[in-house]
């Protein structure tokens, strides 16, 4: 089944204690990107990765980390994590980047950090 | 800078209803569009993405059209069901290089049976 996987899907942390969010997904597809969602603001995106070695920022990177050393592999590091980060945290893929491809989104990951 | 607004934030009709659901943008220099509908507890499901050249995209009871022009793309569906319930986003992307999406905050909608 074509899908894109998060976890933890919920995690409780304390201030400055690194965590890293997972993302696999198993259809090949070259463009990957990670979303916050919070009440009010809407989707912002964090960086995204046309391919591998290739990433860049979205609108909100700060305190934020990615790599992509995997096609199917894009991990969301906060080093230093504040409440401020605390959201619902979306990893997405695409075949060939945004101008041709339906963009496929994983179930979440609840972020609580106090 | 693009902003994106969907209007109203939460809609409520009785089943069998036709609704559309509103989309509108500052810039209209987009390379397409892309709507959404999002499951409480649950990630986006991409429904319909239009191409800047496109005027309309159709999928079983929805129907998305674009008037890039205006700045605006309506999502409309047809014979609502309780189903359908669950809140709808749209997105842009922008013309040139950018690989970014942004977001509308979304139609709440409520179909009761």
């Known amino acids: 089944e074509a899908q894109v996987t998060q976890n933890p899907r919920y995690l409780i942390t304390v201030t400055g204690k690194k965590l890293t969010v997972t993302c696999s997904q198993n259809m090949n597809h070259e463009y990957m990107s990670w979303y916050r969602q919070d009440p009010g603001l809407g989707l912002r995106q964090i960086y995204y990765?046309?391919?591998?070695?290739?990433?860049d920022k979205g609108d909100v990177p700060e305190g934020y980390k990615v790599s992509r050393k995997e096609k199917r592999n894009f991990p969301l590091i906060l080093e230093s994590p504040s409440p401020n980060q605390t959201s619902l945290y979306f990893c997405?893929?695409?075949?060939?980047?945004?101008?041709?491809?339906?963009?496929?989104f994983g179930e979440g990951s609840r972020l609580t950090v106090l | 800078k693009q902003e994106v607004t969907q209007i109203p934030a939460a809609l409520s009709v009785p089943e069998g209803e036709n609704l559309v659901l509103n989309c509108s943008f500052t810039d209209s220099a987009i390379y397409n569009l892309q709507w959404f509908r999002q499951d409480p507890g649950k990630g986006l499901t991409s429904l319909l993405l239009?191409?800047?050249?496109?005027r309309e995209q159709t999928s079983g009871r929805l129907n998305a059209s674009l008037d890039k022009s205006s700045g605006r793309s309506t999502l409309y569906i047809a014979a609502s069901q309780p189903g359908d319930s669950a809140t709808y986003l749209c997105?842009?992307?922008?013309?040139?290089?950018?690989?970014?999406?942004?977001f509308g905050k979304g139609t709440k909608l409520t179909v009761n049976p």
């Open positions: 997105a842009v992307k922008g013309q040139g290089g950018s690989e970014k999406l942004v």
């Open positions: 239009i191409q800047s050249s496109q």
């Open positions: 990765s046309m391919n591998v070695e290739v990433t």
């Open positions: 997405a893929s695409s075949a060939g980047g945004l101008n041709t491809g339906e963009l496929f």
